[in-house]
């Protein structure tokens, strides 16, 4: 049974930094692509950044040299450093593994960023 749990967020002041880390079990971690979501209050979940098994990751433009994803094959954990935070950061944080027959989901964490 695939579990993915995510951990990490909380409030913070903009221009502050918070890092996320999703802790998964049941899966063969090592070779998963991995990714980060996030769904703002009335908006669609949008990727924030992705990484593959041999470590090439992917980012949103909004929040390139900002953020920094990676993995930790080791702990089977995906980590999201979040780096000067902005207000428009603020959503529910959700920790992502693609498969093919399903994608699996954690339950989600909330990061809020005041101004």
């Known amino acids: 049974q695939v579990q993915l749990v995510e951990s990490g967020g909380g409030l913070v002041q903009a221009g502050g930094s918070l890092r996320l880390a999703c802790a998964t079990s049941?899966?063969?971690?090592?070779?998963?692509?991995m990714g980060w979501y996030r769904q703002a209050p009335g908006k669609q979940r949008e990727l924030v950044a992705s990484?593959?098994?041999?470590?090439?990751?992917n980012y949103a433009d909004s929040v390139k040299g900002r953020f920094t994803i990676s993995r930790d094959n080791a702990k089977n954990t995906v980590y999201l450093q979040m780096n000067s935070l902005k207000p428009e950061d603020t959503a529910v944080y959700y920790c992502?593994?693609?498969?093919?027959?399903?994608?699996?989901w954690g339950q989600g964490t909330q990061v809020t960023v005041s101004s």
């Open positions: 049941g899966m063969v971690f090592a070779i998963k692509p």
């Open positions: 992502n593994a693609p498969s093919a027959l399903r994608d699996y």
């Open positions: 990484i593959r098994n041999g470590g090439r990751t």
